[in-house]
């Protein structure tokens, strides 16, 4: 039976909460606010759940969901080879909107989808959100829409797509702010040598810079003859190639990520 929580009231957030963990233990799919929009999730190391959850959106394999993290230094459990300005970007923007596609650890027992090896990660800046992951681990969580559809804004948005294929929605008001644009995160795959910007959102190229100022912005490239040192070596260069090594792309389309 699915059920809705007002989370902005205490005693139906600790309920919420409990429920959309057990929820998530039995392979079922749950909507949740994070700090971006609305996301569906369901447990990370689950293929059935991650299945269901793709089903409820109307996506295929190849679109596969990013994972949402409770703290920075679970990074290293999922990803391996983690660049040192991958790190300092996680430092910087962390919890935030930025999503970083890395490799992913090839111990473990997962399937996201054709992620050819890859999975995008990000922390949050939401408490319910990361109060949540605190109580279940990683999650796969996309945008909590139809494909195609607008993202939702809030639970009652999400519920009016989703319907009974979500277990629980947990309610905890607009994100971000009533009256102020869904932005998606930004996501950086941290794969390639320089990075490169898959998606423009709520973190700016000027402030990824600097951090790393080599990051090539969409529609950028450096040759082979150019130093790979900051914004002015960039070259306007076609969409197919800020294509991240993985095609994670499609996974991060999905707001929370």
Not at 14 to 26: C, D
Not at 70 to 97: E, H, K, M, S, Y
Request: glycine share 8%.
């Amino acid at each position: 039976m699915t059920t809705t929580y007002n989370c902005t009231s205490e005693d139906q957030r600790t309920e919420g909460l409990q429920h959309a963990q057990r929820a998530i233990s039995e392979k079922k799919c749950i909507v949740m606010p994070t700090d971006t929009v609305y996301g569906i999730a369901a447990d990370a190391f689950s293929p059935l759940a991650v299945t269901m959850l793709l089903a409820s959106k109307g996506r295929s394999r190849q679109m596969p969901p990013p994972v949402l993290i409770p703290r920075i230094n679970a990074l290293d459990g999922l990803a391996t080879d983690v660049p040192a300005d991958a790190r300092a970007l996680a430092q910087a923007f962390w919890p935030g909107g930025l999503t970083l596609i890395l490799h992913a650890q090839p111990s473990l027992d997962w399937d996201l989808g054709d992620t050819k090896g890859t999975v995008a990660l990000r922390m949050p800046d939401d408490h319910l959100a990361l109060d949540l992951l605190g109580m279940t681990g990683p999650l796969a969580v996309s945008s909590a829409n139809r494909t195609g559809q607008e993202a939702a804004q809030t639970a009652s948005e999400a519920r009016l797509q989703l319907a009974d294929s979500v277990e629980v929605y947990l309610e905890g008001g607009f994100r971000p702010v009533k009256g102020t644009a869904a932005l998606p995160s930004t996501i950086v795959d941290a794969t390639s040598t320089p990075f490169r910007v898959v998606r423009q959102g709520a973190i700016e190229l000027e402030r990824l810079r600097e951090i790393v100022p080599s990051i090539l912005g969409i529609g950028e490239t450096v040759t082979a003859a150019e130093p790979v040192a900051g914004s002015e070596t960039a070259k306007p260069g076609s969409d197919g190639e800020n294509q991240p090594a993985g095609e994670t792309l499609p996974a991060s389309e999905n707001q929370p990520e």
